[in-house]
């Protein structure tokens, strides 16, 4: 409902004495919002679309050329005296009316004037696709005629029966994602290979082409027309796009949320397409390529398309979910009008939420949008300057120019200039610097609480890994797993009957030697050097048949707790030498063995360590604490554990060529903190968690510019 406050307008008399109307082109249709009536009114030259309340298309179908601007105006104000548009209102709609070439005068057209306001259009439109470099589009042909005709082929699966073919396809692939999920993980770790980049984009290309298709059947088959198609510059990646905008004109939520969600259903059944060929197939092209797309699928919907924080598909179908038309921009223009109202003191500032709920939705909705789009694109941002370090630097440079130099300018422009802030203007001066200088102020001087994490695993002080030092079949466990046992106590027995017959080989060798020399004595033979060297090799060798008969009996080193979970597994299973058996560990001291990366040595070496706790995973609410730590000399290449490394699900990046993921990828620092086994829960070897190092307060923007620095020093070398 329009306040009183926004009834009249300074501006009225520049529209009130016109007579004009709508072109014959325009198209209303009805649509229900919120238990609401709208009418939406279509520019089909354009495919624009606006929302109207009932009051205002009242207003817009009473225009002729036959009254005057104020005399209609009037009249809907007698007719809806509540809800009736205000002047400043109905400037506003007839300004992006004009704009959009929709309102025809009582003057033959002035074609000069049409042709500036297409020209106008087109650079804003420039200005708009510059803003936004990481997402350029370039329209290039009208696809509706293809469309039309390929219709009755392609329409019959967009029905119900085509949803159950969907539903079969998607679970029968889903499963075997699920069967083949280690196989998929350890292949997406080389996406990004060079070699494997021309099949990624490729794999691209082709998913996001069926992606738009599925958006233009759809809305053809509800009946709206696709009279554009072009390319996206996503990120600099050329990839398909069409404009589906039509489907905002249908009165059915369903079939505007089936439009908005078609290219998600196209790419995830074509994902479960190329799951069953990758499954199929072995290494090669085609195998490599299915792949390729099921990962794009997947990451693109997940991130971009069905994540409604991002103007994809996912924002259009919350867009009609909540009933809220255009949230992006009605968000923004909410938490604008909260800042002119509690800021400024403009009450005369008004709201485009029309419910207490809605205005909730927007302030939610915009703050969180704006955090993820800085989020993500800063990422986008580093994962090319990886790959492409010009082009990485240009597109900062850019979003430098579109997020901060271009709005600090447009912010400027309104305090000085704006005619809302006319009797306000020293106020909104007084209180944006004071809060500027408030805000860095608080980054600059004000010390908050620091602290960083480390990732790392729980050890005794006193452990052994327990292996076989001679290959023989598990016959017998002989000390109960979950049992303390003595240093030299026999915890498991092998068999090796081959290792028997060697044995009694070598004695048999051993006693032909020494009869041999018996004789050569016996015989007065000169020279018994050969005979003797073959009795000490013969000999050495019984020994070492002796030792690795003894080790069948694998034997503790020292006192502890037995643990093998599945030692009785192998029973009757040939082991080979070296074969880890299980743990003997010491319970009466334990140390927490972590990790710390080189983006965070500044923070180890160059600033004091105050206190440091311990949370073990699955037992976040349990603080450890520790008592004396210290920092292992030199940077490390080997982890202490392979659950530690990206291939046993940790944080710290390995090497490829490394088997047991025990390799970092880059050299990182070990802290080994004790940790007090009284009064704590029961300590497990080798479990992992995090420890976190307290350190003294500081502010908030030097911290920033050196993890900044630091970033930069190590991905790029500046």
Same mark, same amino acid.
């Given at each position: ?157 967009? %029905? ?6 969907? /539903?079969? $396809?998607? @679970? #029968? *692939?889903?499963? +075997?994602?699920?069967?083949?999920? &280690? ?65 905002? %004109? ?6 505007? /949320?089936? $439009?908005? @969600? #078609? *290219?998600?259903? +196209?790419?995830?059944?074509?994902? &479960? ?446």
């Amino acid at each position: 409902m329009t306040g009183a406050s926004s009834t009249f307008s300074e501006s009225w008399y520049r529209v009130a004495n016109q007579r004009l109307c709508l072109r014959s082109s325009a198209r209303f249709r009805r649509q229900n919002y919120r238990g609401e009536r709208w009418f939406v009114v279509e520019n089909p030259l354009t495919n624009e679309f606006f929302r109207l309340t009932p009051a205002a298309y009242f207003f817009l179908a009473r225009l002729d050329l036959n009254h005057t601007v104020d005399q209609v105006w009037r009249q809907c104000l007698e007719e809806f005296p509540e809800d009736a548009p205000g002047q400043e209102e109905t400037l506003r709609l007839l300004a992006q009316l004009y704009f959009a070439n929709l309102l025809q005068y009582d003057t033959a057209s002035n074609s000069g004037e049409l042709f500036e306001r297409y020209r106008e259009r087109k650079q804003r439109e420039w200005r708009a696709r510059l803003l936004n470099l990481m997402f350029m589009r370039f329209p290039l042909l009208d696809p509706d005629r293809f469309l039309v005709r390929t219709l009755p082929v392609v329409g019959p699966l967009i %029905s119900g029966l085509g949803a159950v073919l969907w /539903l079969a $396809v998607v @679970g #029968a *692939g889903l499963k +075997v994602a699920i069967d083949h999920w &280690a196989s998929l993980k350890q292949q997406s770790q080389a996406v990004l290979a060079p070699g494997n980049l021309p099949l990624l984009y490729l794999g691209l290309v082709l998913i996001k082409s069926l992606h738009e298709f599925g958006h233009a059947y759809f809305t053809r088959k509800f009946g709206g027309e696709v009279h554009v198609m072009g390319v996206l510059l996503m990120i600099f990646t050329p990839v398909p796009y069409v404009d589906a905008t039509a489907a905002w %004109s249908f009165r059915s939520r369903s079939r505007r /949320l089936l $439009v908005g @969600g #078609a *290219g998600m259903i +196209v790419e995830v059944f074509f994902a &479960a397409v190329a799951v069953f060929i990758w499954a199929g197939t072995g290494q090669g092209t085609v195998h490599s390529l299915a792949y390729n797309i099921i990962f794009v699928a997947s990451v693109s919907t997940l991130i971009f398309n069905a994540n409604p924080l991002l103007r994809f598909d996912g924002y259009y179908m919350l867009c009609d979910l909540l009933e809220i038309p255009n949230l992006s921009q009605r968000a923004n223009a909410h938490l604008r009008r909260l800042c002119e109202r509690s800021l400024f003191g403009l009450k005369k500032s008004e709201s485009p939420a029309h419910t207490r709920g809605e205005a909730v939705w927007l302030v939610v909705y915009g703050i969180t949008s704006g955090i993820y789009r800085v989020i993500v694109f800063a990422g986008v941002l580093l994962v090319v300057a990886d790959h492409f370090f010009l082009i990485g630097i240009l597109m900062a440079l850019v979003c430098f120019v579109s997020w901060i130099t271009v709005p600090v300018g447009r912010y400027i422009y309104y305090l000085a200039a704006s005619p809302n802030l006319e009797r306000q203007r020293p106020r909104a001066i007084a209180v944006s610097v004071l809060l500027a200088g408030g805000v860095l102020s608080l980054l600059q001087f004000v010390p908050f609480p620091s602290h960083f994490r480390a990732p790392g695993l729980i050890q005794a002080q006193e452990w052994t890994q327990v292996i076989n030092e001679s290959p023989g079949f598990v016959a017998e466990v002989m000390a109960d797993p979950g049992n303390p046992v003595d240093a030299g106590q026999p915890l498991v027995r092998l068999e090796n009957t081959e290792l028997e017959l060697e044995l009694k080989l070598a004695r048999a060798t051993q006693e032909e030697v020494e009869a041999r020399i018996q004789a050569a004595l016996a015989n007065s033979v000169p020279n018994l050097q050969p005979l003797l060297r073959l009795l000490e090799s013969a000999t050495n060798r019984v020994a070492k048949l002796l030792e690795d008969r003894a080790a069948l009996v694998v034997r503790a080193r020292h006192h502890g707790l037995w643990v093998a979970p599945e030692v009785r597994e192998s029973l009757g299973r040939w082991e080979p030498r070296g074969t880890p058996l299980g743990l003997v560990v010491n319970p009466a001291a334990f140390h927490f063995v972590a990790t710390v990366r080189q983006t965070d040595a500044d923070r180890l070496f160059a600033r004091q360590l105050r206190s440091a706790q311990v949370r073990l995973s699955g037992q976040a609410g349990e603080v450890m604490r520790t008592q004396n730590w210290k920092i292992v000399p030199g940077g490390q290449q080997v982890l202490p554990s392979p659950a530690l490394g990206w291939h046993g699900g940790g944080e710290m990046p390995v090497t490829q060529d490394d088997p047991n993921g025990v390799r970092s990828a880059e050299p990182f620092f070990e802290i080994r903190a004790d940790v007090s086994a009284a009064a704590q829960p029961r300590l497990l070897h080798g479990r992992g968690g995090k420890i976190r190092f307290e350190q003294p307060w500081e502010p908030l923007l030097p911290r920033w510019m050196r993890d900044l620095r630091q970033l930069l020093q190590k991905r790029y070398q500046l």
